[in-house]
């Protein structure tokens, strides 16, 4: 049988599915395709998180105009978001410990098994951890990894129970239950049942009214404007933001505009050290942290930036040039 890529081709998706052929099968017939077809497919899963975890050190998907490779896995691959989270933890832990590859392709371990040990993946033990997790259940896993590093235990989720009505999961400190059972207190004219979604929603509404661009004008109480200073006056802030719609206005050579509405930042477009103007509007776009950290990179090298962004950058740099900055940011 032909083989590519080292997954023969039954499970490629020229195939045809014809359940007339498969009805046909006999038990025996049916048993073993079932087991081969589950060997290939772990196969094809191995292959795939491995092609995932090189296009993730070369950074393609940013080049692409993605603000993440979650948007990337979602838009061009068409996975599920859970599918796509998924994948990318096991990609990013196999980079560093390429020993996961044998234990998913032989199903000792399965993806959610590693999405789930991953937080453990700094252990010095960590090959046994695999060993000793081999076979077990999913709550045996997340047991023990809630008991060997508590801060990881719960996991935000949201979770739409019909279309108007959304469930939250999520873990905080003691402080912030104690903010939000006084918020519960006072507002009970205001919300007579009680209910934390309405103190929630509450209080999200007054964050974002005094927050979000979208909603406010900037602040009119300003800086003196410098046209040779960096900052940036608040009517040209107000009206990037208007004509970028408050996206990141990244486009790249495929003509895709990234569009991304997080970790939003201003951008000269001609750097300020070369000159760039802060008090004209067409030389400031919004980016993404992502794309103004990568043009920043492209423009001036990792050794324009600040230690803690060089740190950040060194999945964006080429592989044959990343181990070298890791030591030149180490010793710096």
Not at 10 to 19: E, Q
Not at 34 to 47: F, Q, V
Not at 65 to 84: M, N, Q, R, V
Not at 285 to 310: E, S
Request: hydrophobic share 40%.
């Amino acid at each position: 049988m032909e083989l590519i890529w080292g997954v023969s081709r039954i499970c490629c998706m020229d195939l045809p599915i014809d359940l007339a052929v498969v009805s046909g099968l006999s038990d025996d017939e049916l048993l073993e395709r079932l087991k081969s077809l589950g060997g290939a497919d772990r196969r094809l899963t191995c292959l795939i998180i491995a092609h995932l975890a090189e296009l993730d050190l070369r950074a393609l998907h940013v080049g692409m105009g993605y603000p993440s490779l979650f948007a990337y896995c979602i838009d061009e691959l068409s996975y599920s978001e859970d599918i796509a989270c998924k994948r990318i933890a096991a990609a990013r832990l196999s980079f560093h410990h390429p020993e996961v590859f044998s234990r998913l392709e032989e199903g000792r371990l399965s993806l959610t098994s590693l999405v789930i040990l991953a937080p453990c993946a700094g252990a010095p033990n960590f090959n046994e951890i695999l060993d000793w997790a081999s076979g077990r259940p999913t709550r045996e896993l997340e047991a023990f990894v809630a008991s060997a590093i508590p801060g990881r235990a719960v996991k935000d989720r949201l979770r739409w129970v019909n279309e108007s009505c959304v469930e939250f999961h999520f873990a905080a400190d003691r402080q912030c239950a104690e903010m939000l059972e006084r918020a519960r207190e006072i507002s009970r004219h205001e919300f007579p049942e009680g209910r934390y979604g309405d103190v929630v929603s509450a209080a999200l509404e007054f964050y974002l009214e005094s927050r979000d661009l979208d909603r406010n004008e900037l602040p009119s109480k300003q800086r003196g404007a410098d046209p040779h200073g960096r900052y940036i006056p608040a009517a040209v802030k107000k009206a990037v933001w208007q004509r970028d719609n408050g996206r990141c206005a990244y486009i790249s050579s495929r003509g895709r505009r990234c569009g991304s509405r997080a970790w939003i930042e201003f951008d000269h477009i001609q750097p300020f050290a070369e000159g760039g103007r802060s008090d004209r509007e067409d030389n400031i776009r919004l980016l993404c942290r992502t794309h103004n950290q990568r043009l920043a990179r492209d423009r001036f090298g990792i050794r324009a930036l600040p230690k803690r962004k060089q740190v950040e950058m060194l999945p964006l740099i080429p592989r044959d040039d990343s181990a070298s900055a890791a030591r030149r940011i180490e010793g710096s």
